[in-house]
């Protein structure tokens, strides 16, 4: 399908969701574009524009990745906590966006996903500026469920914050798990899984469990 079209295709949905988020002045321009077969489970909570100069702010569930079929990998939207964007933001196509009540996700300026991302929050995530997402990566706060220590009883936590810095690229199937810091200027290994707060700025993080490979390395130049 030609871009133009799908655009076009894309507008009632892009509208309706527009107008829940903004008034109609303000809705009428369109400042989310959601693609026409997203899947619209919540459309709650509160989305929140730091610079709305830029007009087009969140774009969803569009992309170009060739080997994801765009007809049949379907974008859902289920959000009832509040999103704080402060520039341009782009989930690519496939993706799924999950925001719990009491949720805050925070997503700075030039965010970027390629396809199929799953982010999930039941707490709060913060992404910095200038942070690109491979397909499949998944960003999730928490567990769902309590876990329980036999021994002591304790229980541990079931929702933790995620930092992610700026100038952070997350490559393929990464997965960032509550409690999760990657600093700036990072690389998160393709198939790597953190779930600890990582401290060295500029670094090759992988494995499973990730730990930093290589440092004074970065995708962006400084």
Not at 150 to 172: A, F, H, M, Q, R
Not at 194 to 219: H, L, Q, W, Y
Request: charged share 20%; with cysteine.
């Amino acid at each position: 399908m030609k871009p133009l079209l799908e655009k076009l295709l894309s507008i009632p949905k892009s509208f309706w969701v527009s107008i829940h988020y903004f008034p109609l002045t303000e809705a009428l321009k369109l400042p989310i574009m959601v693609r026409y077969n997203t899947c619209l489970l919540s459309v709650g909570g509160k989305i929140i524009i730091r610079d709305k100069s830029e007009g087009k702010i969140l774009s969803f569930g569009f992309g170009g990745v060739g080997i994801f079929d765009k007809k049949y990998e379907r974008s859902i939207w289920e959000i009832n906590g509040t999103i704080e964007l402060s520039g341009r933001v782009v989930f690519g196509h496939g993706s799924r966006l999950s925001v719990g009540k009491d949720a805050v996700v925070s997503i700075g300026t030039n965010f970027s996903n390629t396809a199929a991302m799953t982010l999930v929050s039941q707490k709060r995530i913060v992404i910095g500026d200038n942070v690109t997402t491979s397909w499949n990566t998944l960003v999730m706060d928490t567990d769902w469920h309590p876990v329980i220590n036999l021994k002591n009883k304790e229980t541990y936590s079931v929702s933790k914050d995620i930092i992610i810095g700026n100038n952070v690229w997350l490559c393929t199937r990464s997965v960032i798990l509550k409690g999760c810091v990657i600093p700036d200027g990072c690389i998160v290994g393709a198939n790597s899984l953190c779930s600890k707060a990582f401290s060295s700025e500029n670094s090759v993080i992988a494995g499973n469990p990730a730990e930093v490979r290589k440092d004074n390395v970065t995708m962006y130049k400084v």
